[in-house]
């Protein structure tokens, strides 16, 4: 994920990022050299790949399939220490950003702090995986030809012990209220969701 480095040393003139990570450090950078950040520009992917709405990218940890079936156990012990940790990073992210920069100091910066701020909103509550996000990605897989016509994803839920939350009835404008919310952290900075009240800073 190069990106940003490619782009500005001439490598390259456009490439594949992130608008929460790569966005980011091209918009720093132009600011440093005194041009305006809004010379950043990104084609959504979904736009690109004709996706539709973009997923909200699902959670995704990968395991072993003999491991998972010989310790369902271990492995939901394992997504309830995940859902703990997004459960304080989510009401206190101030606090949980003090705790991580002191166990990377590495990343305490303002930029890695602008990341983590631009970060925040898309972080899972409830860590599902959503069944339209794997059913697109799945048909753009087919329809490039890199996945066969049988295919299934192996994807699952059933490790998640809580309270899901409802699939959102209009995600095309969850994801216009994204780019807007997006913006606006991107102008004023803090810690922001869809449909929740700004977590003080």
Not at 64 to 85: H, L, Y
Not at 118 to 133: C, E, G, M, P
């Amino acid at each position: 994920m190069n990106v940003s480095k490619a782009i500005k040393n001439g490598s390259i003139d456009a490439g594949i990022g992130l608008e929460n990570v790569q966005m980011v450090e091209l918009e720093e950078w132009l600011a440093e050299q005194g041009r305006p950040k809004t010379d950043v520009q990104m084609l959504r992917i979904d736009k690109l790949a004709e996706l539709g709405c973009c997923c909200f990218c699902s959670i995704l940890y990968i395991g072993n399939e003999s491991f998972i079936q010989a310790n369902p156990d271990k492995v939901r012990a394992f997504m309830r220490a995940v859902k703990k940790a997004t459960d304080y990073v989510l009401a206190s992210p101030d606090a949980a950003w003090a705790e991580y920069v002191d166990f990377k100091p590495v990343l305490n910066t303002q930029l890695d702090r602008k990341i983590f701020e631009r970060s925040f909103a898309y972080f899972s509550r409830d860590l599902k995986n959503v069944s339209r996000d794997w059913s697109k990605v799945t048909k753009y897989g087919q329809r490039l030809g890199v996945l066969g016509a049988d295919f299934t994803p192996n994807y699952t839920n059933e490790f998640l012990e809580w309270a899901l939350d409802e699939e959102s009835k209009d995600p095309l404008g969850d994801q216009k209220r994204m780019a807007e919310l997006q913006q606006d952290i991107a102008c004023n900075g803090g810690f922001k969701r869809l449909g929740a009240t700004p977590v003080a800073a």
